[in-house]
Every structure is written in C-alpha cells, then in structure tokens.
C-alpha cells in the first residue's frame, strides 16, 4: 500500500468515530430534551398523567428499556472519546464520573420518553376531553406555595403522581383509597389535567 493510500485509510478511520460520536450525542441530546418535555409542561402549568392502563402495558418496560438505551449510548460515547471533546484528555475517575453521570441521565430521559412520550403526542393532536380514574394514595395534608392542596394518586411515576391546586371542596372530602376522576384533554392514554372529581 502506498503512503498516500495509507494516510487516507488512517484518516477515514478517525473521521468514523468523530462521526459516530457527532451521531449519538444528538441522539443524547433529543432523548434528554424529549424526556424533559414532561417537567417543562408541568412548570408551564399544562401537568399531565399517564393512564393506569398505560402504566400497566409500559411501565415494567420502560425501566429495562430506558437502562439498555443509556447503557449502549454511554458505551458508545466511550468508545469514541478520543474524538469528543466532553471526554477527551480527562483523567480516570472524572472519566468514570461523567459516564456514571451520563448513564443515570440518559436512562431517566429515555424511561420518561417511553412512558410519556406517545401519551402526549396523542393527547396533542386529540381534540377530545376526557375523564381518567386514579386512586389517592394518601391521606391530603402537605403542601407548599409551589403545589398547594396538593392530592397524590397511586401507580403513577414520581414525575407526575400529585395534582396541584385541587378545588378546595375535593381537597376538604378526598382521603387515602378514594377514587377520583381527572378530567381534561387527553385520550385513553393520558390526560392533560383540568378538573378533578371524586367519584362516590
């Protein structure tokens, strides 16, 4: 092999893992927004829940699911360090640090896309309101000026198990074990909520 042939097969070789890193760190970084989107609507005023039959289909999924996405991204950008700036030259144990940091990420990113993400892309273009039950898991009582008459509900991810600003008539008559109706725009699969109502 000539020298020129040879200085081309050595710079198509580094310019592969540049790319593939280039690849999986916007991967990294839509996943990371994507699984924001539920803190950020919640902040925005627009909480939404997840049905209880979508828990039940997805949420024993989602967490292995999530794991082995950031897992095999985190593997990724490792192998391609070389070629990214985040972890090029860094000692050892940051090394270990970031990717321990990137890994704990990116799994709550991609277990958050999972359980939320087709939920509310459905309840985005649905022109439909719905009204989804939920048990309280406890008895109402704490509260803070972010969440006031605060109510938690069972089987939901700790993302999103707690309405805010309930009306105070449900607050004052809800207690642990009581059903409830969340009401709101949504589908089947998830709700944007509105209203509350306990259900008798």
């Known amino acids: 092999m000539s020298v020129g042939a040879a200085r081309g097969a050595a710079n198509a070789r580094s310019r592969r893992p540049a790319w593939l890193s280039g690849f999986f760190a916007l991967l990294s970084l839509c996943i990371m927004v994507i699984g924001f989107v539920p803190a950020f609507l919640d902040m925005a005023g627009y909480p939404f829940l997840?049905?209880?039959?979508?828990?039940?289909?997805?949420?024993?999924?989602?967490?292995?699911?999530?794991l082995i996405c950031a897992l095999a991204i985190s593997w990724i950008l490792f192998a391609t360090r070389e070629s990214n700036?985040?972890?090029r030259g860094v000692s050892p144990n940051r090394l270990f640090l970031q990717l321990f940091w990137t890994t704990l990420m990116m799994w709550a990113c991609a277990y958050n896309v999972l359980l939320f993400g087709w939920p509310i892309a459905r309840a985005l273009v649905s022109d439909e309101d719905v009204r989804l039950e939920f048990v309280v898991r406890r008895d109402p009582g704490y509260s803070d000026r972010k969440c006031r008459r605060r109510v938690e509900l069972e089987g939901l991810?700790?993302?999103s198990d707690?309405?805010?600003?309930?009306?105070?008539?449900?607050?004052d008559a809800v207690k642990r074990g009581d059903r409830v109706a969340v009401i709101g725009h949504g589908t089947s699969d998830g709700v944007f909520f509105d209203d509350v109502e306990r259900l008798r």
């Open 50 to 66: 997840p049905s209880l039959a979508w828990m039940a289909a997805m949420g024993d999924i989602a967490t292995p699911v999530g």
């Open 85 to 87: 700036t985040y972890f």
């Open 157 to 159: 991810p700790w993302t």
């Open 162 to 171: 707690r309405l805010c600003f309930v009306p105070a008539e449900v607050f």
